[in-house]
């Protein structure tokens, strides 16, 4: 567990939506007792609070406003914590539909919560990276694969190595100060406008 993410619960924006009682009551006690700034929802809303963690109770007569939300767009969607009632087994299909990052049972216990929600934070921070890598990489694949088609566009057209096509692209992207991926969009409009399609489209 690092203990750089202990930290970082102070201060952190934490929604919970959840009904108005005790239970709520008590868990936002333990969230402020470590720190964290609380916002309290009830009934679900329709889209995502402006929190970096919220936690969700899950009652089943709240089963289509909580689908809702899970379906609802977001920019960057907050790290998850499902809260379930004491083996409360009719939420489990909703939790696992929900991609929680981890589950609190109530009643909570303050020293639980803090050690569940610190290993759920790390784990999440993870596959945040994880997926902010392959969103890079798929960028990165796409932009080659633009580069590739250009070059072929030019190689067709002007009867030059792949090389002379490359360096054209090159050279024109300098030129008017664009990425090459750009560029090489540019010439692929350019061709379709022509009616040409080169052999890998």
Not at 83 to 89: F, W
């Amino acid at each position: 567990m690092s203990i750089r993410i202990l930290h970082e619960f102070r201060g952190q924006r934490v929604g919970v939506i959840h009904p108005p009682g005790e239970p709520c009551t008590s868990l936002v006690g333990h969230l402020r007792g470590i720190g964290c700034t609380v916002e309290t929802i009830w009934p679900v809303p329709e889209a995502w609070p402006e929190a970096e963690i919220v936690f969700l109770a899950m009652p089943p007569d709240a089963k289509a406003a909580i689908l809702a939300l899970l379906g609802a767009p977001a920019e960057r969607r907050p790290m998850l914590v499902a809260v379930v009632g004491h083996e409360d087994a009719a939420a489990l299909p909703l939790v696992l539909e929900s991609n929680a990052a981890a589950v609190i049972e109530q009643p909570i216990e303050p020293v639980g919560l803090l050690a569940n929600l610190a290993v759920a934070r790390g784990l999440w921070l993870e596959r945040e990276e994880a997926r902010r890598t392959i969103a890079r990489l798929e960028r990165k694949l796409g932009g080659v694969q633009k580069i590739q088609r250009a070059k072929n566009i030019l190689m067709a057209f002007q009867g030059i190595s792949e090389e002379d096509a490359y360096q054209s692209i090159r050279r024109q992207a300098m030129a008017k100060r664009m990425p090459m991926e750009d560029m090489a969009l540019t010439i692929i409009h350019a061709s379709e406008h022509l009616n040409y399609r080169p052999k890998d489209a």
